[in-house]
């Protein structure tokens, strides 16, 4: 299991953030634990194995790409959000 990126850049715009006294930190702590939630479940939704009950393992697979999907566009957010506190 290895740290991504998401993890990385969430985290220490949430660092940044707390020890500057910005606004909406809900973003990068909502990207971290997306990030997370993905870090922990990805080789699962990448595998091609299905369980017995199919039509709840594909929608588990989905909502957890979902997931992984908001981690992924959660970190250009989170670049974002630093331009946008020292604008």
């Known amino acids: 299991m290895r740290i991504n990126t998401a993890i ?3 985290f220490i715009v949430l660092l940044i953030g707390f020890f500057t006294n910005k606004s909406f930190l809900w973003i990068p ?8 939630f993905d870090l922990l479940t990805r080789e699962w ?9 199919k039509n709840l393992s594909i929608l588990l697979k989905l909502f957890f790409a979902v997931v ?4 992924m ?4 957010v989170c670049l974002g959000l630093i331009i946008w506190w020292v604008i």
Do not use: C, M, P, T
């Open 68 to 71: 992984g999907f908001y981690a």
């Open 45 to 53: 939704v990448l595998s091609d194995r299905i369980g017995k009950a």
């Open 29 to 36: 702590l909502s990207v971290l634990g997306a990030g997370f």
């Open 8 to 10: 990385i850049i969430s």
């Open 73 to 76: 566009i959660g970190q250009i």
